[in-house]
C-alpha cells in the first residue's frame, strides 16, 4: 500500500493525496474517528470490518469521510456509514450465485459444506457443518474430528469448503487422514487464496478439487512500483481499492461534503445521485475487472474455476454475474487408477517370526528398512503393483493353531535332587552320630577301614544303588541312621510303582499327539487341559456361540477361566511348554515351535481359518477392495506360494 500511494501521489494525472493513517490498537476511540482527527479524508479505504459493538458510521454520529471505500462484505448488523460507500468485494449474493452455478455446472445434486464464520459467504442454506476459526486447542481439534467423521458417515463424496484461508491445509490434512480424499471424491474450496502448498494432502489422492479465484492467472500490472510475485487478494483488493479512489471524480468527494443529511439511503433507495460522479468505465486490476455501478456495489464480477488434480491446476471455466457458469473440465481421468496410487501409508505391526523379523546386522550393510519377512517381502510386492510407498510402526501385535509340549524334564530334574538330599543327610548323620561308624573306629569298636563307610562319595553310591534297585552297599549301624534309609526305599518303593503303572497307561492309549488334530477332537478330550490368551476375539466367539464344537470349548474356557485363561499369549506358550496343557495359538509362534523349540509340537494339521493374511482398515475404506484384488492376483500368479516357500 505504501508503495503504491507513493507511485501515485508521484503521477501526473492523479487529483488527490493519498497517506497512510496509524491507528492506535490500544485506544477506545473508534478508528474511524482517529483517522479523521489526524487527517481531513476526502476519501478513506478501509480494509477490516469496524470492531464490535464499534458504532461510529452511525447515522447519529459525526460525519467522516466523504467516500469510504470497503474491502470487505459487512454483517447485516454494521451500522451505516454516513458516507458514500464503494464496494470492492463482491457481494454475498453474487458469490452465493456463484457457487450455485458452479455446483450446477458440475453436475452435483447434493453436497455437505463445511464452513467456519470468516469465510465470507455463510449465508447459503444448505446441509451444514460449522468448524472452529482457529485450530488452537484440543477442543478445537476434537470439535473438527467430529465434523469431518460426521461427513464420512453421511457418505457424501460432494464437499464444499468454505473457511478461511489458513485452515485449508489443516481440514484437507484431516480429510486425507480419515479417507475423506479418494478418486471418487469432489471438493469446491471456495478460498480465494488457497496455495498449493495448502493442497499436498490431495495431490496424491485421487480427488479433484475445484478452485475458484477471483482473479486472472497473470493481472496486468499497473504503476511503476507495483509488487511482483504472488499477491494475497486482501493485497489486490488494496492496490485496485487505490487504482479505483484514484480514478473518481473530485466532484463526488466535493458534492458529499457539502451534504448536512444522512447519507446513507433509505430502504430500497439507490442512491443514485452517485451516479454521476462514477465513472462507468471499469479496468482490469489485480483481483480481476474492476467497475461500480451506481449503488457503490461492484460489478461485472468474474470468477475463474480451476481444477486441481494430482499436482497440477488448470483452468477449465468461468463464472460472471451475467452469465451462468461455464466449466470444461481440462482433465481425462484413465480408465483405471489406482486409489494407493501415490499414497504413503502407515503400517502397524508386531515382531513376529517369520512374519517380521529384525535383519541381522553386518557391518558396511545398508537397506531401505531394518527388517524383513514374509510381510516385509509382500508389503514390497503390493507397494510395487499399487504404486504407494509405507513405513512401520513395530507395536504389539491372528488365528490360532493347537499347540502342546512333550513331556517335560520336571520329573528326573527332581529325583536327581533326592538322590544328592538323602545322600548329605546320611554322610552327615554318618560324621556326626556317636553310634555310626565313624565314631566307633574312634573307639576302636570297628576297624579303621569301616569309618568310612557313610562318607559323602559312599553315600551317594549307596542312595543311588538302591534308587536303581541294586542294593545298599553300606548301611548304618544308627537307628537314626536306619530311619532315614528305610524312608528312601519307601519313595523308591512308590515312584518305581507309579512310573511302571504311568508307562503301561502310556503305552496303552493313543498319544494326544495322534489323537487331536482339530478343534472337535479337543472338545472330545477331558485327559488334557487346554487354554488361550484371554483378549483373542476366538474366545469370546465360542463363548457366545451355540454351534459344536466351539459351543463345549466355549463353556469349558468360561468355566475354568482362571486356570485356562491367561493375560499374555507368551504365559499360555510357556505353560504349554511346561507339559500337559494345549495352548490354543496363533501362527505367530509356529516358527519358533519349528526352528527353535524341540520340547514342543504342534498337533493341528489346518488352521481354523481360511486366509493367512489380513489387513485391517477403517470400516468403509476404499482401499479394502484394492488389496484384496492385488493379493488375490498376487495368489493366481504364484508370489504368494513364492513367499510361503521362503
Known amino acids: 500500500m505504501t508503495s503504491s500511494a507513493r507511485s501515485l501521489n508521484s503521477s501526473k494525472d492523479l487529483a488527490m493525496v493519498l497517506s497512510n493513517v496509524q ?20 476519501a478513506l479505504i478501509l480494509m477490516t470490518p469496524l470492531p464490535s459493538p464499534c458504532t461510529c458510521g452511525a447515522a447519529d454520529g459525526p460525519q467522516l469521510a466523504p467516500v469510504v471505500v470497503r474491502m470487505y462484505q459487512p454483517d447485516p448488523d454494521t451500522p451505516a456509514l454516513r458516507s458514500g460507500v464503494l464496494d470492492m468485494f463482491p457481494s454475498p449474493e453474487q458469490l452465493a450465485t456463484m457457487l450455485f452455478d458452479v ?63 489458513e485452515l485449508v491445509g489443516v481440514i484437507l490434512d484431516k480429510a486425507a487422514d480419515m479417507l475423506l480424499l479418494t478418486s471418487q471424491s469432489r471438493w469446491i474450496v471456495t478460498s480465494f487464496d488457497v496455495h498449493e502448498s495448502q493442497l499436498q494432502s490431495a495431490r496424491n489422492s485421487g480427488a479433484l478439487l475445484t478452485l475458484l479465484r477471483p482473479f486472472p492467472e497473470t493481472p496486468p500490472p499497473w504503476g511503476r512500483d507495483a509488487p511482483d510475485g504472488q499477491l494475497s487478494y486482501r493485497t489486490r483488493l488494496a492496490l485496485d481499492a487505490v487504482k479505483l479512489v484514484s480514478s473518481l471524480s473530485p466532484d463526488l468527494v466535493t458534492g458529499y461534503s457539502r451534504r448536512s443529511d444522512s447519507l446513507y439511503p433509505r430502504e430500497g433507495d439507490c442512491r443514485a445521485g452517485m451516479s454521476k460522479y462514477i465513472s462507468e468505465d ?33 483452468q477449465v471455466g468461468t463464472w460472471t454475474a451475467e452469465d451462468a457458469a461455464e466449466i470444461q473440465s481440462g482433465w481425462q481421468k484413465p ?24 535383519k541381522p546386522s553386518k557391518s558396511g550393510e545398508s537397506g531401505s528398512t531394518p527388517y524383513q519377512g514374509y510381510f516385509v517381502d509382500m508389503l514390497e510386492m503390493l507397494a ?51 553310634y555310626e561308624w565313624s565314631k566307633a573306629a ?30 545298599q552297599e553300606f548301611l548304618p549301624r544308627s537307628s537314626a541312621g536306619r530311619v532315614i534309609v528305610g524312608a528312601w526305599w519307601f519313595v523308591i518303593l512308590v515312584m518305581v510303582a507309579s512310573y511302571t503303572a504311568n508307562l503301561a497307561a502310556f503305552l496303552s492309549r493313543p498319544s494326544t499327539e495322534r489323537s487331536i488334530r482339530s478343534l472337535a ?26 454351534e459344536e464344537p466351539f459351543k463345549t470349548i466355549g463353556r469349558y474356557l468360561d468355566q475354568n477361566s482362571d486356570e485356562v485363561l491367561f493375560n499374555t499369549s507368551r504365559q499360555a506358550f510357556e505353560r504349554a511348554a511346561k507339559g500337559d496343557f494345549i495352548f490354543i495359538s496363533p501362527t505367530t509362534y509356529e516358527y519358533e515351535i519349528l526352528n527353535e523349540r524341540c520340547d514342543m509340537v504342534i498337533l493341528t494339521d489346518e488352521y481354523f481359518y481360511k486366509y493367512e493374511v489380513v489387513f485391517p482398515f477403517p470400516v468403509g475404506s476404499p482401499y479394502r477392495a484394492e488389496i484384496n484384488q492385488a493379493l488375490m492376483k498376487m495368489t493366481q500368479d504364484g508370489q504368494m506360494d513364492a513367499l510361503t516357500n521362503r
Request: hydrophobic residues 40%; contains cysteine.
Open 23 to 42: 491507528l492506535d490498537a490500544r485506544s477506545t476511540d473508534c478508528p474511524l474517528h482517529q483517522a479523521r482527527e489526524q487527517d481531513q479524508l476526502h
Open 103 to 165: 455446483m450446477q455446472a458440475l453436475g452435483w445434486r447434493e453436497t455437505y459444506v463445511v464452513y467456519n464464520k470468516r469465510s465470507g459467504s455463510r449465508r447459503l442454506s444448505m446441509w451444514a457443518k460449522e468448524v472452529p476459526v482457529a485450530m488452537v486447542t484440543k477442543k478445537d481439534d476434537d470439535v473438527l474430528n467430529a465434523v469431518l467423521y460426521d461427513v464420512s458417515t453421511a457418505g457424501r463424496e460432494n464437499v464444499v469448503l468454505m473457511t478461511s484461508d
Open 282 to 314: 471499469s479496468f482490469l486490476g489485480y483481483s480481476g475487472h474492476v467497475s461500480v455501478d451506481s449503488c457503490g456495489k461492484r460489478k461485472n464480477v468474474t470468477v475463474f474455476v480451476d481444477e486441481y488434480l494430482q499436482g497440477e491446476s488448470k
Open 335 to 358: 480408465t483405471e487408477t489406482h486409489l494407493l496410487s501415490g499414497r504413503h501409508l502407515r503400517v502397524y505391526t508386531g515382531l513376529s517370526k517369520p512374519f517380521f523379523m529384525k
Open 384 to 434: 510395487s503393483r499399487l504404486n504407494f510407498t509405507w513405513d512401520i510402526t513395530v507395536g504389539s501385535r491372528v488365528r490360532p493353531r493347537i499347540i502342546a509340549a512333550a513331556e517335560s524334564k520336571k520329573v528326573w530334574l527332581t529325583f536327581v535332587a533326592a538322590v544328592v538330599g538323602v545322600s548329605l543327610v546320611m554322610a552327615a548323620n554318618g560324621r556326626l552320630n556317636p
Open 442 to 471: 574312634g573307639r576302636e569298636e570297628v576297624s579303621e577301614e569301616e569309618a568310612d563307610n557313610l562318607s559323602l562319595v559312599n553315600s551317594l553310591w549307596s542312595t543311588f544303588g538302591a534308587a536303581v534297585c541294586q542294593g
Open 521 to 546: 477332537d479337543l472338545a472330545r478330550q477331558t485327559d488334557v487341559p487346554y487354554g488361550t490368551y484371554k483378549k483373542y476375539t476366538l474366545v469370546k466367539f465360542m463363548k457366545n456361540s451355540q
